[in-house]
């Protein structure tokens, strides 16, 4: 194994431990029944169904939600490489309806980072693949990591 692939292999097991540990003390994403299916360092795809509790007056998936997982994949994206990150800002476009029953994918994946500041978007589809939302974060890297050093 080359000194490169080494590193590759131990900034993804990096990534796995960080969004492991931090999703084990959200109880938010947790709560909404996000689940995290893919990490690599900088990148989350996480999932959630849409429950009856989460429909609007509408009928339609509360803009809310959508939001929260969104949200949700771009935090653990963004504090994949161990140091703690906070959102600094967050945008999102809502462009297509989401309903009860959906399964819904957020992909967040990293745009730019620089040594405190990073851009973020997220990208949440429905189960066919239909574009339901695009976010966009920024973020803000703390002092000390998310988890310790082993």
């Given amino acids: 194994m080359t000194t490169r692939d080494a590193a590759q292999v131990a900034a993804q097991a990096l990534a796995e431990r960080v969004v492991r540990a931090m999703y084990e003390r959200d109880a938010a994403s947790r709560g909404l029944g996000i689940e ?7 990148f989350v795809r996480a999932t959630m169904l849409v429950r009856p509790d989460m429909v609007n007056g509408h009928d339609i998936g509360h803009g809310g939600f959508i939001f929260a997982l969104a949200d949700s994949a ?3 994206s963004c504090n994949s490489y161990n140091t703690i990150t906070v959102a600094a800002g967050a945008t999102i476009d809502f462009l297509a309806p989401a309903h009860q029953g959906d399964r819904l994918m957020a992909t967040a994946a990293e745009l730019w980072r ?4 990073g851009l973020y978007e997220v990208t949440v589809t429905n189960q066919q693949g239909t574009v339901i939302a695009l976010f966009r974060g920024r973020s803000h890297q703390l002092k000390g990591p998310v988890v310790p050093d082993q």
Avoid at 36 to 42: K, Y
Avoid at 114 to 117: E, H, L, P, Y
């Fill in 114 to 117: 620089s040594k405190r500041t």
């Fill in 36 to 42: 995290i299916i893919e990490v690599r360092p900088g």
């Fill in 74 to 76: 771009f935090a653990f």
